[in-house]
């Protein structure tokens, strides 16, 4: 059948594994999948998945550094990732989802909210956008490229995650810490600090006038992507 989707399962659990499977396939989706976390990855790339449903507690590897790596990989960051887990804290929660997972579910879990989750996640779905705009900024995912008024604005590497990531989710309110660990991630030799001066210097190259605030301060906590900017700055 044209258009059918197809899921990786990556779950440790046989028994689990057997369960999603049949629903999924029942549900007419394809299912490609692994209970070990090791060659996930590979998995990954020479299926091609539609979307992929990660354990996070896998025996031999983390699902944690699974989705990173996915992120990382240019012909898969764009499929969505959801991650099942047994750790229902607040804190693996936002990591999980600062990751790049798109969504979160906890076990015991029904099956029928996984697959009412994951057709969330096909209706009418278009591919993750490659580019984000608001009001004359524009944010080009596949060329790396930022454009202002139409013009080109020239980022480094880490300025340009900073602002992909605040402005893929806009309106949402991240602590420096968040965002050190999103944008920079291991590398601590970076402190709470240098946010504010990478936010800073983003400031200067996309804001220049303070006709459109994109990036906003929450005082006491950190900053978020305005998302109330209108579609064009009128000043």
């Not at 804190?91 to 989750?117: C, M």
């Not at 800073?200 to 005082?219: H, T």
């Amino acid at each position: 059948m044209a258009g059918m989707k197809k899921i990786v399962l990556i779950e440790d659990d046989q028994d689990l594994y057997s369960l999603i499977q049949y629903n999924l396939e029942k549900e007419g989706f394809a299912v490609a999948g692994s209970q070990t976390g090791k060659g996930a990855l590979e998995l990954c790339r020479r299926e091609r998945p539609d979307l992929i449903i990660l354990d996070i507690m896998l025996p031999d590897s983390d699902g944690l550094e699974i989705c990173k790596a996915i992120r990382a990989n240019s012909d898969l960051a764009h499929v969505p990732v959801i991650f099942l887990t047994a750790r229902a804290s607040e804190t693996d929660r936002i990591v999980g989802l600062e990751l790049g997972a798109n969504d979160y579910i906890v076990k015991p879990f029904f099956i029928r909210e996984l697959i009412a989750r994951i057709k969330i996640h096909f209706r009418g779905q278009a591919p993750v956008s490659k580019l984000l705009k608001s009001g004359d900024l524009e944010l080009d995912r596949a060329r790396c490229r930022v454009h202002l008024g139409g013009q080109e604005v020239s980022l480094t590497a880490t300025e340009f995650r900073l602002l992909e990531f605040l402005m893929s989710r806009p309106g949402v309110v991240f602590s420096r810490e968040q965002l050190l660990d999103a944008v920079w991630g291991h590398d601590r030799a970076v402190t709470d600090r240098t946010v504010d001066v990478y936010i800073l210097r983003l400031r200067q190259k996309i804001e220049g006038d303070e006709s459109a605030a994109f990036i906003r301060s929450v005082r006491g906590f950190g900053y978020s992507f305005n998302a109330e900017l209108p579609a064009e700055t009128v000043r």
